[in-house]
C-alpha cells in the first residue's frame, strides 16, 4: 500500500482530541473526530461547522486531503457533507472544520469524539489551460445529464 508522510498538530493547546486512525486495514479514508467542548445539535436543514482540532501539512503540492461524508450517518440519518466534498490544499495550515448539513427529518446530536467525516489523501495536477478552436469529438458529444439513461 502506498503511504505519505502527514504532518499534524492540535490548533488548541487545552484540548488534545485523539489523531486519525483508519478503522479497517483496507480503509481508504481516515476517519475525523469531532473535537467539541459540548453537545452540538443540529436541527433539520442546518448547516453547521464541526471543529475537529486538529490542522495537518501535506507534503507536497502533489496531493491533497478531501473530506467525505460517513455514509452511515449519510443513510441513516440524513448527515452529509454542506459541500459535497471538502478540499485541503497543500498549502492550508488551519483547522479542519468538516461543514455538514442535516437533510434528515430529526434533529442530530454531534458529541465530543464522535466520528463525523472521512478524509482521504490523493493525487492533484495542475491543468496547464490553453484555448481551442474547437475540441476532439467523441460518440457522447454533448449529451449530458441523464444522456445514458438508467439501465
Known sequence: MNSIKVRIAYVRKDKTPKLPQYATPGAAGVDLQASLAQELTIEPGQI?????????????????????????????YGLALANG?????SDYRGEILVAVINQGSEPFVVKDGDR?????????????????DQLDETGRGCGGFGSTGVS
Open 85 to 89: 466534498v471538502g478540499v485541503i490544499d
Open 48 to 76: 453547521a461547522k464541526i471543529p475537529t482540532g486538529l490542522a495537518i501539512e501535506l507534503p507536497h503540492a502533489g496531493v491533497g486531503a478531501f473530506v467525505f461524508a460517513r455514509s452511515g450517518l449519510a443513510s441513516k
Open 116 to 132: 463525523i467525516a472521512q478524509m482521504v489523501f490523493l493525487p492533484v495536477f495542475i491543468g496547464e489551460f490553453y484555448l481551442a
